[in-house]
């Protein structure tokens, strides 16, 4: 292969602006070949062919230069996505900032309103305080008053006990001058002695009291004479008086009679004396 055809060849292979020159170049050596040297022409020949592999150098790294360019576009490319994502993410999260702040400024509100809440809470406390202090003092007032009314009740009771057994004792005084006759037309049965207010003896320092007691004989036989006295009859004033004939029996083992003076009975009471064989005196038969 000739030179110039050499030379043309990787002329060919540089890029377009550079090969203008080279053939420039070429066509003046042609032109030149006639003039210069054989080995003057060579070394132009040398240089032409060292341009042009600085050329081809030049141009593998231009793309080279190229490629990383490309490479440096793409990676710049995703860093603008990623920029992307990170402003997109940045704005979500300013967001959720915001949603954040306004949750913090509800529960601040909350708490203001919590906090006035227990002010009102610490007022009726205070005030609930003061309140059962209040009754604390009527309580200790009132516990006064019944201590007093107790007291007065007490006094009131006594006095009417009194009373009671005043009646009670003028009532069994009247009926032991009168009960003897009664006795003997009603059962036939004579008083021994007399009849009076008694404690029988039913143990040793035991005694049971006894509002009429007395003894009475017919013909041979032997009588204890039991009785009560009662301003007005109850039922179970005879329910109580029959548990305590009953008592006294199994000390004084001698046949009973049995009876109760009062000022006034009701028929149905009178009724039940009577069913349990219990004579019934009143007052004005005396």
């Known amino acids: 292969m000739s030179a110039v055809i050499e030379i ?3 002329i060919e292979q540089v890029h377009p602006e550079l090969r203008e020159v080279f053939v420039m170049l070429l066509e003046e050596m042609e032109r030149l070949k006639d003039i210069v040297t054989k080995k003057e022409f060579n070394e132009l020949k040398a240089v032409v062919q060292e341009l042009a592999e600085a050329q081809k150098r030049t141009e593998q790294r231009v793309n080279e230069l190229a490629e990383a360019q490309k490479r440096t576009e793409q990676r710049v490319n995703e860093l603008a996505e990623a920029q992307k994502r990170t402003e997109q993410r940045v704005n979500e999260l300013a967001e959720a900032q915001k949603r954040t702040e306004q949750r913090v400024n509800e529960l601040a509100e909350a708490q203001k309103r919590t906090e006035q809440r227990v002010n009102e809470l610490a007022e009726a406390q205070k005030r609930t305080e003061q309140r059962v202090n209040e009754l604390a003092e009527a309580q200790k007032r009132t516990e006064e008053e019944i201590r007093k009314l107790t007291i007065g ?6 006095l009417i006990g009194g009373l009671t057994h005043t009646v009670g ?4 005084d009247e009926s032991y001058k ?8 009603d059962f036939d049965v004579e008083i ?9 003896e039913i143990g040793k320092d035991r005694y049971i009291e006894v509002n009429i007691w007395g003894e009475g004989r017919k013909n041979s036989k032997e009588y204890v004479i039991i009785g009560d006295a009662k301003s007005q009859l109850k039922k179970r004033d005879i329910d109580e008086f ?4 009953n008592y ?5 083992p001698k046949e009973q009679i049995n ?8 028929p149905q009471i009178q009724r039940y004396a009577k069913e349990k064989n219990i004579k019934i005196y009143f007052s004005y038969e005396f």
């Not at 009740?153 to 006594?158: C, D, M, T």
């Not at 004792?169 to 069994?172: A, G, I, P």
């Not at 021994?192 to 029988?200: A, E, N, P, T, Y």
């Not at 006294?248 to 004084?252: D, L, R, S, Y």
Request: glycine share 2%; no cysteine; aromatic share 8%.
């Open 169 to 172: 004792y003028r009532l069994e």
């Open 8 to 10: 043309i060849r990787k």
């Open 178 to 185: 009168a009960l003897p006759r009664l006795i003997k037309e």
């Open 153 to 158: 009740q007490r006094h009131l009771r006594e």
């Open 248 to 252: 006294i029996k199994a000390f004084v």
């Open 242 to 245: 029959i548990k305590r004939i």
């Open 259 to 266: 009876l109760i003076v009062t000022y006034i009975a009701p």
């Open 192 to 200: 021994v002695g007399r009849l009076k207010r008694d404690f029988i």
